[in-house]
């Protein structure tokens, strides 16, 4: 097992599951830029990090900006060091029935999960391969197998599966491994949200949906954040090309 402290970029980080792989990471010994769309929304995430004696560092871009993810990826080179591991979970929801939805909610949300996967991993390979190892973990969701009124974001997720395996494929040989992780039903603000706009009671839609759950209960940040764990790990360079499912159970 390598000892070099590895730098990991982890996008979409101020709140949720972002910020919990994002301090996961960095308990594990790695220096992480957490990254957002504002500086400002993701300070608090590197503070507490930094707090319990990690590195991290706040960094704003938008990943669907091309100029400024080259440039988050020079400030992180600079001031932490060139990174090797990479987290695509910066994503948006704009969700309705298609004969609703707008082209541009269509278009929001692919260029959050879409190009933005893109352009992170395009900015990153460069560093991975002139290091001899790589992590790149985007985030699915179980939604890439459908879901009403989802889609413009299940037919984002679905294509960054595609995308996962296809970075497996022409990035292997350089060491660098490309895995997705598709998560369940986890407690986030973001499905909070969902709940509110549905009109629905947010308890009473965590009870429905663990019913549901084999294991019998909802999932959570750090149930995420304990796969990307593994699957940034040195240990972990055989796996690849794969679509994690953590959502308590089976999936179709």
């Not at 080259?70 to 029935?97: H, M, Q, Y």
């Amino acid at each position: 097992m390598s000892t070099e402290r590895r730098t990991a970029i982890v996008t979409g980080a101020a709140r949720g599951i972002g910020a919990a792989i994002a301090r996961r990471l960095a308990a594990d010994g790695m220096a992480v830029a957490v990254l957002d769309l504002e500086e400002s929304a993701c300070a608090d995430t590197a503070a507490s990090i930094t707090e319990q004696g990690g590195t991290a560092m706040a960094v704003a871009a938008d990943v669907a900006d091309e100029a400024a993810v080259n440039a988050a990826v020079a400030k992180v080179t600079a001031d932490l060091a060139a990174p090797t591991v990479l987290v695509n979970n910066a994503g948006v929801t704009r969700d309705d029935l298609l004969f609703k939805m707008t082209a541009q909610d269509w278009d929001t949300v692919m260029n959050v999960h879409l190009r933005g996967s893109f352009l992170m991993s395009r900015a990153v390979q460069g560093h991975m391969v002139e290091a001899g190892f790589g992590r790149i973990v985007n985030l699915s969701s179980t939604s890439a197998l459908g879901n009403r009124g989802q889609a413009n974001y299940a037919a984002a997720k679905a294509g960054l599966q595609g995308f996962t395996k296809t970075l497996a494929i022409e990035l292997g040989r350089y060491g660098v491994t490309a895995n997705a992780i598709a998560p369940g039903f986890i407690e986030t603000e973001m499905t909070a949200a969902t709940a509110q706009r549905m009109g629905m009671d947010f308890a009473e839609m965590k009870k429905a949906a663990a019913d549901q759950i084999p294991v019998g209960r909802i999932g959570l940040p750090d149930d995420i954040a304990h796969a990307a764990a593994f699957l940034v790990g040195e240990q972990a360079g055989f796996v690849s090309g794969q679509v994690i499912y953590v959502a308590g159970g089976p999936t179709n």
